[in-house]
């Protein structure tokens, strides 16, 4: 009777080790994503220059991304947007008030091979639809799926409105974004953007302009107080308003921005590669469980032979 009593006692030890194993998951950073972006290119193209007002002093940086890098921790996502500089001078209570961010993310089948929306006059490589597209700037995270193009047109007039600046229906609540030296970091649920295991993904970085179209600053062709510029006598009708952008190893930002003479340029996802071990945390209350029931099973059986041995005696 006491090889048995052991047996339980050890099980129970066993189950415990388990649980805190698993909250230790839960409790910890799981990176998933890292990439690094050459400093000093948020020139778009590779010409553009920035816009004259005061406000975007010192003149460069301000929109140069230097690193992106996802990690997750219980239910939560956190993407880290680090730039070369970051400066507030709209007084967001976010801590920054210049660069536009955009994610568009592919992880499930079908989806929408067009922008939610006109404004950074590119192209999504047809290849990877998107299926959650996030919105950030330092006033507010908005996040789309597909299907919220003709509901987001419906409402189009109310949102527009100068009362409906800081109110939308697609407003991400339960998220925050803080500023940590010259990083941007977003903290969102992982049920709002899904899984990222096997996801592609496209940054693009633009200067917000809330009246601007998609939220993005314009390009023009001669100096301007507000609008991005570069010297050409040629139409811009196609010219992007990108200013930065993480492509895929082995793609120049120069060349793929560069080529809007007949068409928008073809923007490449990255490929969001590894796996996150912290699925245990989706199934933990099953690992529990089954643990639970082979315990109990495991006393039923013994005791059950225990009896009948002695009834036998």
């Excluded at 047996?7 to 194993?21: D, E, M």
């Excluded at 950074?120 to 995270?141: M, R, T």
Aim: with cysteine.
């Amino acid at each position: 009777m006491k090889k048995h009593i052991n047996i339980i006692v050890i099980s129970l030890l066993i189950l415990t080790l388990i649980v805190f194993s698993i909250e230790k998951v839960q409790s910890e950073d799981v990176l998933l994503y890292e990439i690094t972006d050459p400093a000093g290119d948020d020139y778009g193209p590779g010409n553009y220059r920035y816009p004259t007002n005061g406000d975007f002093h010192p003149f460069e940086g301000l929109f140069d991304i230097t690193r992106f890098r996802i990690t997750e921790k219980g239910d939560y996502y956190f993407f880290d947007f680090k730039f070369s500089k970051i400066t507030n001078p709209w007084q967001s209570e976010n801590g920054f008030s210049l660069p536009l961010i955009e994610l568009y993310i592919d992880n499930q089948q079908g989806g929408d091979v067009k922008l939610f929306e006109p404004g950074a006059n590119v192209e999504l490589c047809p290849d990877y639809p998107w299926d959650v597209f996030l919105k950030i700037s330092g006033f507010w995270v908005r996040a789309f799926n597909p299907s919220d193009r003709d509901k987001r047109k419906e409402l189009q007039a109310e949102i527009l409105s100068l009362q409906q600046l800081e109110k939308n229906p697609w407003d991400v609540n339960d998220s925050s974004l803080t500023v940590t030296g010259n990083t941007i970091t977003l903290k969102i649920k992982r049920d709002i953007v899904g899984p990222l295991d096997k996801a592609y993904l496209y940054i693009l970085i633009g200067g917000f302009d809330p009246f601007g179209p998609g939220h993005f600053r314009e390009v023009v062709s001669n100096t301007a107080s507000w609008r991005f510029s570069l010297n050409s006598s040629g139409k811009l009708d196609y010219a992007p308003r990108v200013i930065d952008v993480i492509l895929p190893e082995g793609m120049k930002q120069e060349e793929v921005l560069g080529n809007f003479n007949n068409d928008f340029p073809v923007i490449y996802p990255l490929k969001i590669g590894g796996k996150s071990i912290s699925w245990i945390s989706g199934y933990k209350k099953y690992l529990i469980y089954l643990v639970f029931l082979l315990i109990i099973y495991t006393g039923v059986t013994l005791n059950k032979k225990y009896f009948s041995k002695h009834n036998k005696v």
